[in-house]
């Protein structure tokens, strides 16, 4: 026993040489080889504790390779790319019984998948794009004479800023990941970019530290440091303070969050900060499965404002949204209405409208695609003109619409037929087997059958014939599509009886075999074979569509 339990014995991925088996072995022989090895390897029949430990590692083993083997799929799988494709994750919703080519198919789509969803999680890319574009010479006229001026009828739209940012993550290991971000900023000509580096260490399941450092040719070299704690269970702090290094010297930030759950659905937070612009905010926010509620004050430098705002979640398959806000502070007033809407698997989109004093109208257009966001924020007009309102509130729904109706639903249904034919192709093997399969188990079917005595002599037309109609106990015993009863006298069938007590009896079936119908005389203690070899060995035929007369007992 020592001997055979060697290290290369233990670790061998061989399923069927740990079993024992030919790997064309049938269910049967899978199944007596487990049992054999299973009485051989199990732990309770050794007592030296390493032999019991070798064999407890065996019988793992041995098991595991049943376990895979005795499921058709799993085996076609592991014949195909061993137990590296039974670790790929999306089998169990494949559809059974399919072939090794189809098999092969999808563990080549599971596998792309799984390698972009690992590839998400480790990188964790999040990036987002801004462009602002200045429409306000849609609606605004700054100069009296604007239309007489040289392209004074056409209005002017410029893009006048623009921002880009992206990070990436890097874990390093269980505990540390390096985080790299950068962005680029552009407005009216003039723009410029940063580069931050962070490192972050989770030093216990209740918190972590980050450090920072990063350059721009703005604002000039940073330095800083996060820290994040949960203090209770339903309380969390988090402290950051920073240095920026500019040519007017060292300017020092704080920032300090602490918030905590008021309830199931609500959160309470409590915000200060001291720095470049000084304010303390303090904030509720409440977010249901149909809504989501914030309330919010701030006393700052240079801004102080309240702010409330409420979104409706709708419960349907595109994930609508509809949501509105007031903000009222030192710097005006400003309204915000607007929707948002799933587009596709993994798109959002969503638009604002944004109406205040002395802000004027704007449009906001942001389209979340996976981790990536696109922003176009619009400024209409500086003023509160009730057209702007308009266009700025029906221009984007009619625009949905119709995207909607031409591109997006014509796009999806496409998809699905596409996706529908691969299917279907994908499955026209599997469903050309059900479908022989099926036409074999019905290819015999029993139209009447009487047992009894028959009067077949003209001489003897005076004579009644006695027989009992036996059609549905010879139907019950026809198995793939094969009738076949044994030399023993016939009326101890089951659902037969002996019409006529020593009388000499036969047995006669007409039957269908193959859309073909066929007639059979048989004696009382004659074997029967339904159908016949040659009726087997004939070329299938589709079945005959019309009126068949009724066999009658002469």
Known sequence: MASSLDDDELLNDDYYSLLNVRREATQEELKVAYRR?????????HRDPELKRQAEQLFNLVHEAYQVLREPQSRAIYDIYGKRGLDVDGWEVVERKRSPAEIREEYERLQKEREERRLQQRTNPKGTISVGVDATDLFDQYEEDYE?????????VEINKMHISQSIEAPLSTKDTAI???SLSTHNGNGGGTINLA???????????EVEVGAGDTQGPLLGMKIFRNLTSRCF??????????????????????ARHLDKNTMGYLQWRWGIQSSMNTSIVRDTKSSHFTLAMQFGIPHTFVMMSYQYKFQD???????????SGFFGTVVEYGAERKISRHSVLGATVSVGVPQGVSLKIKLNRASQTYFFPIHLTDQLLPSAVFYATVGPLVFYLAI????????VRAQKEEDLDKQREGSASNIARKKQEAESAVSLIILNAWYGKFVTDNSRKHERAKVIDVTVPLQCLVKDSKLILTEATKSGIPGFYDPCVGEEKSLKV???FRGVMHQVLSGDAEPLRIPKQCESNAEYTPPRIGIVSQFRPP
């Open 237 to 258: 702090a988090t402290a950051q303070c920073g240095l920026q290094f500019s040519s007017r010297g060292v300017r020092p930030g704080v920032t300090t969050l602490l």
């Open 317 to 327: 398959d595109d994930q609508t949204k509809i949501k509105g806000s007031v903000k």
């Open 37 to 45: 090895l299973c009485m051989l390897y199990h732990p309770d029949k």
């Open 199 to 209: 490192f972050r260490r989770v030093t216990s399941a209740n918190g972590w530290g």
């Open 148 to 156: 007489d001026m040289a392209g004074g009828g056409v209005p002017h």
């Open 510 to 512: 007409l039957y269908q």
């Open 180 to 182: 790299l971000s950068g």
């Open 404 to 411: 909607q109706q031409l591109i997006i639903r014509p796009y």
